[in-house]
């Protein structure tokens, strides 16, 4: 038996021996190679926007786990933007000089001066750097005197205002700089304009050049034909070095670049994406730069994870700081990957030749020395278990420390080892991060306050910015084009207000078209608001303004927008409120005065998307194309002004998280993503699996994902199994609506989704993914009949026409195929003329033209003589006019200014929603619906009141009657 016994246990030892990689570290005093410049993250391109909002001691507590020495990550090197009011990634940093006229005296806008000083007070060695993305209007060129006068304006409003003391420059457009030529240019501008104007000013900052760009290490074939340009550049640098193609030509440096001496940096990488592989990225990677490339300087991208949902790149930062109004944030492995560096190394400590190297899979290790102790470190990453011999020439210690990090356990201080003979074994677990070093007084710092639990942005909400200073940002908004801060109100309106200060745009100047929205745009919320509306005071001093709702994923995607000119032309438009083609719906509005304040609002229930203005219902829109998202506002750029935001959830459902309490999911786990409901979902892959949801109601709906694994859901109410939904889908779709019921009996229900032992033939497997449910208390309302066409039957005639396939007729027939044309030759003074038979009451007209022919027209009703009741310009394809009710027995569109002889598909007239009963006139039938509809006692939102809350204050009471009042003096 011993003998049995001691055989298996032979093969054991081999099996695990066998599983071992092993390599010798020699750790060589002697064998210095380059100097360690540091590890270290941007602040740019918007991505920590949110962070200054959090309330104290919780933003305290973030700062100190990014910049106290010894204590979280521990940052070598803060990089900040040189905001150009126009958007840089994720965002638009402002501008210290938006106008010519402020570069004389700068203004501290924004984040980026504050966290320098927040950096620079908990760690004064800590290096400062900076950067450009795009330029204001104003400049007169990209290597001009304007570009060396502005980064000079913010090193002193840095220096004058905020005390700190810049250390680097990158005195380039970030990533932009790729021609041979355009290089040649950089370099001359810098050493002929911005270097003297920098020292003219008592500055004298270290160059880095070039900054990122597919190109960038093209900078040394400058070099070799203009070698009067190198000695003032300092270091060059790549980004995403180590994750390009290998045939990109900014990948590793060549031999020949290595061999110039000059400074290599990573000035621009990767801080992933929240995961554990983001952390060991950050390591191997960095290790790898400098074995591979010599490159000594890393700056991850971004500090923190600190911007609004739904735009480009979130959830990139070493610390998940985006949820303010809760206080909420998360500490992201890659804070603990940075700190095996930034925590066993300095500044200007060298690399030990003889103490590099690779370790078998994508393991490898650096080893750097203080040149002015006997102190040093090995920082390694082992994919595989490793047994690690080290052997210590020209360094001495008795004993080493050994810092540990593995994806269970984060930052552990595991037992000294002892040094015998110069030298020891380490063995190392897979997939682990080690520093290993004689140096002392390291840390895992934890935050001084408890992190408070995760809430969701606050719905309803509401902004009136009283409690700014001029010249403020408003909270939780963020800018994604342009710049919004507080002002004093214009229009004659007392208190603060939010004005777009960015007055115009140099496209030319901008930073990667593809990240920029085409107007300005602010935007705050939940990427899961549904059903809700969202209203705005809005002053227009030029150009538009528009609010929006159910944006997209990213900030170029505006979601469902109402954008209204100063002459009172609106549209509605789809993800681009420029863009002709994205238009939904447009018109005009008769009568708009844009020297006062007006009321925008936008409501978004289930597919139907509804627009007002001032109260009045302007249009309703079908389109399901996007069932959720954020609000957002903007504007042209112009000095346009907002004021009492308000956003309020509407219709018939509300959401219920998957961990409320009314949830009972035994069995199901969890995970988090910005993409859910409450930023988490439970999931189960196991056939009988059975998460179920008590509520009271009426109804109940279900959301999850679709995913290429998705199994089948079995939903029953109680006992009873009431359907099946397929959760199958070939790509990834989260908070999807996976299940509806309306028809329940008004009481308490349970509702149970159950993992089915059946499954999609296509589907890899049978997972369930449940987002979070939704319950509704009161019926669904029957729909109001849409408004009348009461051009619908009208006689009509016409000043001439082409033929008889041409008649006035056609443009009354439904058929958008079918059209009136005005006879040859005829011009301006055509007319289309609609004869009711009766008097009605209207206030808005649509028409629908053939090829844009009509240049100018007016809307006009008969009384006693023809009277205007709207002028208009441009019809197009579809145009909406709305005017000051008037009421007739007739109506002509009367041509002013045609191209070629004018041409109708449709004319369609409807009646004003004072027409509560949809007859085409307004009497004294419409008080007594009203009177009905008040003395209800319910009112729905999901249906505007069935019509009667002609105010839109979601209630139907005495100002609806004075709204119907005055409609009957017509």
């Given at each position: 038996?011993?003998?049995?016994?001691?055989?298996?246990?032979?093969?054991?030892?081999?099996?695990?021996?066998?599983?071992?990689?092993?390599?010798?570290?020699?750790?060589?005093?002697?064998?210095?190679?380059?100097?360690?410049?540091?590890?270290?993250?941007?602040?740019?391109?918007?991505?920590?926007?949110?962070?200054?909002?959090?309330?104290?001691?919780?933003?305290?507590?973030?700062?100190?786990?990014?910049?106290?020495?010894?204590?979280?990550?521990?940052?070598?090197?803060?990089?900040?933007?040189?905001?150009?009011?126009?958007?840089?990634?994720?965002?638009?940093?402002?501008?210290?000089?938006?106008?010519?006229?402020?570069?004389?005296?700068?203004?501290?806008?924004?984040?980026?001066?504050?966290?320098?000083?927040?950096?620079?007070?908990?760690?004064?060695?800590?290096?400062?750097?900076?950067?450009?993305?795009?330029?204001?209007?104003?400049?007169?060129?990209?290597?001009?005197?304007?570009?060396?006068?502005?980064?000079?304006?913010?090193?002193?409003?840095?220096?004058?205002?905020?005390?700190?003391?810049?250390?680097?420059?990158?005195?380039?457009?970030?990533?932009?700089?790729?021609?041979?030529?355009?290089?040649?240019?950089?370099?001359?501008?810098?050493?002929?304009?911005?270097?003297?104007?920098?020292?003219?000013?008592?500055?004298?900052?270290?160059?880095?050049?070039?900054?990122?760009?597919?190109?960038?290490?093209?900078?040394?074939?400058?070099?070799?034909?203009?070698?009067?340009?190198?000695?003032?550049?300092?270091?060059?640098?790549?980004?995403?070095?180590?994750?390009?193609?290998?045939?990109?030509?900014?990948?590793?440096?060549?031999?020949?670049?290595?061999?110039?001496?000059?400074?290599?940096?990573?000035?621009?990488?990767?801080?992933?994406?929240?995961?554990?592989?983001?952390?060991?990225?950050?390591?191997?990677?960095?290790?790898?730069?400098?074995?591979?490339?010599?490159?000594?300087?890393?700056?991850?991208?971004?500090?923190?994870?600190?911007?609004?949902?739904?735009?480009?790149?979130?959830?990139?930062?070493?610390?998940?700081?985006?949820?303010?109004?809760?206080?909420?944030?998360?500490?992201?492995?890659?804070?603990?990957?940075?700190?095996?560096?930034?925590?066993?190394?300095?500044?200007?400590?060298?690399?030990?030749?003889?103490?590099?190297?690779?370790?078998?899979?994508?393991?490898?290790?650096?080893?750097?020395?203080?040149?002015?102790?006997?102190?040093?470190?090995?920082?390694?990453?082992?994919?595989?278990?490793?047994?690690?011999?080290?052997?210590?020439?020209?360094?001495?210690?008795?004993?080493?420390?050994?810092?540990?990090?593995?994806?269970?356990?984060?930052?552990?201080?595991?037992?000294?080892?002892?040094?015998?003979?110069?030298?020891?074994?380490?063995?190392?677990?897979?997939?682990?991060?080690?520093?290993?070093?004689?140096?002392?007084?390291?840390?895992?710092?934890?935050?001084?306050?408890?992190?408070?639990?995760?809430?969701?942005?606050?719905?309803?909400?509401?902004?009136?910015?009283?409690?700014?200073?001029?010249?403020?940002?408003?909270?939780?908004?963020?800018?994604?084009?342009?710049?919004?801060?507080?002002?004093?109100?214009?229009?004659?309106?007392?208190?603060?207000?939010?004005?777009?200060?960015?007055?115009?745009?140099?496209?030319?100047?901008?930073?990667?078209?593809?990240?920029?929205p085409s107007a300005a745009m602010s935007l705050f919320g939940d990427m899961t608001w549904r059903d809700y509306e969202f209203s705005a005071d809005v002053f227009i001093e030029d150009g538009f303004v528009y609010v929006g709702g159910r944006k997209g994923d990213h900030q170029v995607?505006?979601?469902?927008?109402?954008?209204?000119?100063?002459?009172?032309?609106?549209?509605?438009?789809?993800?681009?409120?420029?863009?002709?083609?994205?238009?939904?719906?447009?018109?005009?509005?008769?009568?708009?005065?844009?020297?006062?304040?007006?009321?925008?609002?936008?409501?978004?229930?289930?597919?139907?998307?509804?627009?007002?203005?001032?109260?009045?219902?302007?249009?309703?829109?079908?389109?399901?194309?996007?069932?959720?998202?954020?609000?957002?506002?903007?504007?042209?750029?112009?000095?346009?002004?907002?004021?009492?935001?308000?956003?309020?959830?509407?219709?018939?459902?509300?959401?219920?998280?998957?961990?409320?309490?009314?949830?009972?999911?035994?069995?199901?786990?969890?995970f988090n993503s910005d993409e859910l409901y409450g930023n988490s979902a439970m999931y189960n892959d196991q056939a009988g699996g059975t998460l179920s949801f008590s509520f009271?109601?009426?109804?109940?709906?279900?959301?999850?994902?679709?995913?290429?694994?998705?199994?089948?859901?079995?939903?029953?109410?109680?006992?009873?199994?009431?359907?099946?939904?397929?959760?199958?889908?070939?790509?990834?779709?989260?908070?999807?609506?996976?299940?509806?019921?309306?028809?329940?009996?008004?009481?308490?229900?349970?509702?149970?989704?159950?993992?089915?032992?059946?499954?999609?033939?296509?589907?890899?497997?049978?997972?369930?993914?449940?987002?979070?449910?939704?319950?509704?208390?009161?019926?669904?309302?029957?729909?109001?009949?849409?408004?009348?066409?009461?051009?619908?039957?009208?006689?009509?005639?016409?000043?001439?026409?082409?033929?008889?396939?041409?008649?006035?007729?056609?443009?009354?027939?439904?058929?958008?195929?079918?059209?009136?044309?005005?006879?040859?030759?005829?011009?301006?003074?055509?007319?289309?003329?609609?004869?009711?038979?009766?008097?009605?009451?209207?206030?808005?007209?649509?028409?629908?033209?053939?090829?844009?022919?009509?240049?100018?027209?007016?809307?006009?009703?008969?009384?006693?003589?023809?009277?205007?009741?709207?002028?208009?310009?441009?019809?197009?394809?579809?145009?909406?006019?709305?005017?000051?009710?008037?009421?007739?027995?007739?109506?002509?569109?009367?041509?002013?200014?045609?191209?070629?002889?004018?041409?109708?598909?449709?004319?369609?007239?409807?009646?004003?929603?004072?027409?509560?009963?949809?007859?085409?006139?307004?009497?004294?039938?419409?008080?007594?619906?009203?009177?009905?509809?008040?003395?209800?006692?319910?009112?729905?939102?999901?249906?505007?009141?069935?019509?009667?809350?002609?105010?839109?204050?979601?209630?139907?009471?005495?100002?609806?009657?004075?709204?119907?009042?005055?409609?009957?003096?017509?």
């Open positions: 038996m011993r003998k049995y016994l001691l055989s298996i246990l032979s093969v054991l030892l081999s099996v695990v021996t066998a599983s071992f990689g092993s390599a010798v570290i020699n750790v060589n005093g002697a064998s210095e190679g380059r100097s360690f410049d540091g590890m270290g993250a941007w602040s740019s391109g918007g991505n920590s926007r949110l962070l200054i909002d959090y309330e104290e001691p919780y933003r305290s507590d973030i700062l100190d786990m990014l910049f106290k020495p010894n204590f979280g990550a521990s940052l070598q090197h803060l990089r900040v933007e040189i905001g150009s009011g126009f958007n840089s990634t994720s965002g638009a940093e402002p501008s210290h000089a938006i106008t010519r006229d402020e570069l004389s005296d700068p203004v501290s806008r924004g984040y980026e001066f504050w966290l320098m000083k927040e950096a620079k007070s908990r760690n004064a060695d800590i290096v400062l750097d900076c950067m450009l993305f795009a330029f204001p209007y104003w400049f007169t060129g990209q290597f001009s005197q304007d570009t060396a006068d502005y980064i000079v304006a913010f090193l002193d409003e840095a220096k004058n205002e905020w005390g700190v003391e810049l250390d680097w420059i990158a005195p380039t457009k970030t990533e932009t700089i790729n021609d041979y030529d355009e290089i040649v240019e950089n370099l001359s501008w810098c050493k002929n304009t911005f270097i003297p104007t920098m020292n003219s000013h008592g500055y004298d900052l270290n160059i880095l050049l070039l900054d990122g760009g597919w190109w960038a290490w093209r900078i040394f074939e400058v070099f070799q034909t203009h070698p009067e340009y190198e000695p003032m550049v300092d270091a060059c640098g790549g980004h995403n070095i180590d994750q390009k193609p290998s045939n990109a030509p900014c990948t590793y440096p060549s031999q020949e670049i290595i061999d110039t001496g000059k400074k290599l940096w990573s000035s621009g990488d990767t801080a992933g994406h929240g995961t554990w592989n983001a952390a060991t990225g950050i390591v191997e990677r960095m290790n790898r730069l400098y074995i591979k490339g010599k490159i000594t300087n890393m700056q991850v991208w971004n500090v923190v994870d600190g911007c609004a949902e739904g735009v480009n790149w979130t959830k990139s930062g070493l610390i998940k700081a985006d949820r303010p109004w809760s206080n909420h944030y998360e500490i992201y492995p890659a804070v603990w990957g940075v700190a095996h560096y930034t925590q066993f190394t300095e500044i200007g400590w060298k690399y030990l030749k003889d103490g590099c190297g690779y370790l078998s899979g994508s393991g490898n290790y650096v080893t750097l020395k203080d040149p002015d102790t006997d102190n040093w470190s090995t920082i390694i990453y082992s994919e595989n278990p490793e047994t690690l011999e080290f052997n210590l020439t020209g360094v001495s210690a008795d004993t080493v420390h050994v810092w540990r990090t593995t994806s269970s356990r984060h930052f552990v201080k595991t037992a000294d080892i002892t040094v015998t003979n110069n030298s020891f074994t380490l063995n190392t677990l897979p997939d682990a991060m080690y520093s290993v070093t004689t140096a002392a007084g390291q840390r895992k710092g934890e935050p001084s306050n408890a992190i408070p639990s995760y809430e969701p942005f606050p719905m309803p909400y509401s902004e009136d910015f009283e409690e700014y200073n001029d010249g403020a940002t408003a909270k939780y908004l963020s800018d994604m084009q342009g710049t919004f801060e507080t002002a004093a109100c214009k229009g004659g309106r007392e208190g603060k207000c939010l004005e777009q200060i960015v007055p115009r745009v140099n496209e030319s100047y901008l930073w990667w078209p593809q990240v920029n995607k505006s979601g469902y927008c109402f954008v209204i000119s100063e002459a009172g032309s609106w549209k509605v438009t789809y993800d681009d409120v420029a863009a002709d083609d994205n238009v939904l719906e447009r018109g005009s509005k008769g009568g708009f005065d844009s020297s006062k304040w007006h009321n925008l609002k936008i409501r978004f229930i289930d597919g139907q998307i509804r627009c007002y203005l001032d109260s009045e219902k302007i249009c309703e829109i079908e389109d399901t194309r996007r069932k959720a998202g954020q609000a957002c506002f903007g504007s042209s750029f112009d000095l346009n002004q907002f004021d009492n935001l308000s956003v309020k959830p509407i219709g018939r459902w509300s959401m219920v998280d998957d961990k409320d309490q009314s949830v009972y999911c035994p069995g199901w786990r969890s009271e109601g009426s109804g109940f709906r279900i959301f999850g994902s679709r995913r290429a694994d998705g199994g089948i859901a079995n939903i029953y109410v109680g006992p009873h199994k009431i359907d099946s939904v397929d959760c199958y889908n070939p790509s990834m779709k989260m908070h999807e609506l996976l299940y509806e019921s309306n028809n329940l009996s008004f009481g308490n229900h349970n509702v149970s989704v159950v993992v089915s032992d059946q499954k999609n033939s296509a589907s890899s497997n049978s997972m369930l993914v449940i987002d979070g449910f939704a319950k509704s208390e009161i019926s669904k309302p029957i729909r109001p009949e849409p408004k009348v066409n009461l051009a619908t039957g009208a006689m009509t005639s016409a000043s001439s026409s082409w033929d008889s396939d041409y008649s006035p007729k056609k443009s009354i027939d439904g058929d958008p195929e079918t059209r009136w044309n005005a006879g040859a030759g005829e011009l301006n003074g055509s007319w289309l003329s609609l004869d009711f038979g009766r008097k009605v009451t209207f206030n808005k007209v649509k028409i629908k033209e053939f090829r844009e022919r009509i240049q100018g027209y007016k809307l006009q009703y008969y009384d006693g003589g023809w009277k205007d009741a709207f002028f208009g310009g441009l019809i197009g394809s579809d145009k909406t006019d709305i005017f000051p009710a008037v009421s007739s027995d007739r109506m002509r569109l009367y041509v002013i200014n045609a191209l070629l002889s004018p041409s109708i598909y449709e004319i369609e007239v409807y009646s004003t929603q004072e027409d509560l009963d949809n007859d085409g006139q307004v009497d004294m039938d419409d008080i007594f619906f009203l009177a009905a509809s008040w003395l209800n006692g319910e009112c729905s939102t999901y249906y505007d009141c069935y019509n009667a809350d002609l105010n839109s204050d979601e209630r139907v009471d005495i100002k609806d009657f004075v709204e119907q009042a005055e409609e009957l003096t017509y």
